[in-house]
């Protein structure tokens, strides 16, 4: 059975993947994908996304959306902002003033990449209503101002286990909380928006739905995950964050670089390469440079990277930085294969890569850019009761699977003391 016949058991459904560059769009059995225009660092324009929304509207289709967390826009009846992305400057000023005083909470909850800062300025500007893209699609579709529990943990100001803004965060920041999209359980609240789930949490059920394992996404940026039950396990001094999976209470350990994916083809663009050239690079260079945005993309980040890497330094540093970060999430629960998705995914010297230097089970699926849209639905069959791995296994079928051939662990240990230093 195909992916396109699995995915369309119902009719009328669809699934927006809103991406950081791109929005994947499941309609009708296929995938279109939209690039976004990008207005400065790290904000969008907002109109191919209203475009898809009219034409969801007007097809009476209801939607699973998933997509990057951490994403912020401000909106009235009649304008709306640029969407300023996880990778956006807006709000880091902010954010370094609560740092500095030294609040405990504010250090635990409040991450680099947390949108509550973005929403802060928003509202100052005057915007009436504020959240992430997917709190948009739903007042556009449904008018419903609402945000379900595990994007609503990315703005940084929710806690997990009562599911409620934390006030003292609020006071922080001089926000309040009415002000803020509603947390609900997105699939219980219901409307033509079926559900919420953010881009990792999908990613996650698309390549292991069974949650027993770990999973590197290998896309803009390289998030890494492992399903740690109901209790909320991380590292924050490494960088292991936890994080909520999804609406049902669990949770998952997060390491990442934010910059991956586009180092590479930013780089093959520049040097007039195709993907097909990484086949001619041997791994195992004993010393090799990293680009600076890679170590400055790491948390914590203390690096200083070389500005004239070339194309070998850059596939060891990227296959060096990924095995860094599966290993931070290794270092909270221990795992013997790993499923690897995204564009990365997609060059066998890069997976076979990863297998030699975590020395364990690389698991690749077919399309590995479309776990995060798979993921979605198989989240929405788990929701209504179903088991979804035999979805995942006929729209998704392993594709190969990688085991170590030689010791090239010291590349993540290199990695890591660049990053230190």
């Known amino acids: 059975m195909s992916s396109r016949d699995m995915i369309c058991v119902e009719p009328g459904l669809c699934i927006l993947d809103i991406g950081t560059s791109s929005v994947k769009a499941w309609i009708d059995g296929e995938v279109r994908i939209v690039r976004l225009v990008e207005l400065d660092s790290g904000a969008l324009d907002p109109g191919p996304i209203d475009s898809l929304i009219d034409l969801v509207d007007r097809r009476g289709y209801r939607v699973i959306i998933t997509g990057q967390r951490a994403s912020a826009m401000g909106w009235d009846e009649d304008r709306r902002s640029p969407i300023y992305t996880w990778r956006s400057d807006l709000g880091r000023d902010l954010l370094r003033e609560v740092y500095s005083t030294g609040d405990p909470l504010a250090s635990l909850f409040l991450r680099p990449a947390s949108s509550a ?18 709190t948009y699609v739903s007042w556009r579709l449904d008018r419903r101002y609402v945000v379900d529990y595990a994007y609503a943990h990315t703005y940084g100001l929710l806690d997990p286990f009562s599911k409620t803004y934390m006030e003292h965060l609020l006071s922080l920041l001089g926000m309040d909380g009415d002000s803020l999209p509603k947390p609900v359980d997105s699939y219980e609240e219901g409307g033509r928006v079926v ?40 590292d924050l001094e490494k960088g292991v964050v936890p994080m909520m999976l999804d609406g049902l209470g669990g949770f998952m350990a997060e390491a990442y670089l934010s910059s991956w994916g586009d180092l590479l083809d930013d780089f093959l663009a520049r040097e007039g390469l195709g993907y097909d050239y990484l086949g001619e690079v041997d791994l195992g260079r004993r010393v090799f440079k990293i680009p600076g945005r890679l170590l400055s993309g790491s948390m914590p980040s203390r690096g200083v990277g070389d500005d004239n890497a070339n194309i070998v330094d850059l596939v060891h540093s990227l296959v060096a930085g990924a095995s860094y970060v599966a290993g931070l999430i290794r270092s909270v629960k221990e795992f013997d294969r790993i499923y690897v998705g995204g564009g990365g995914a997609m060059s066998r010297v890069i997976r076979q890569g990863l297998a030699d230097v975590l020395g364990l089970e690389v698991v690749v699926r077919r399309s590995p850019r479309l776990s995060t849209i798979h ?19 006929g729209a998704r079928p392993v594709e190969e699977v990688l085991t170590p051939e030689r010791d090239l662990s010291w590349m993540a240990d290199t990695f890591g003391e660049r990053l230190g230093s």
């Open 117 to 134: 800062p973005r929403l802060k300025l928003l509202l100052d500007m005057g915007y009436r209503y504020v959240g992430g893209v997917e």
């Open 375 to 393: 993921g979605a639905y198989a989240y929405l069959l788990r929701r209504r009761g179903n088991y979804p791995v035999e979805y995942i296994e």
């Open 195 to 234: 559900l919420q789930i953010p881009d990792q949490s999908a990613a996650y059920y698309g390549e292991d739905p069974t949650l027993s394992y770990a999973k590197l996404t290998l896309g803009t940026g390289c998030f890494a995950g492992v399903y740690t039950g109901d209790s909320p396990l991380g």
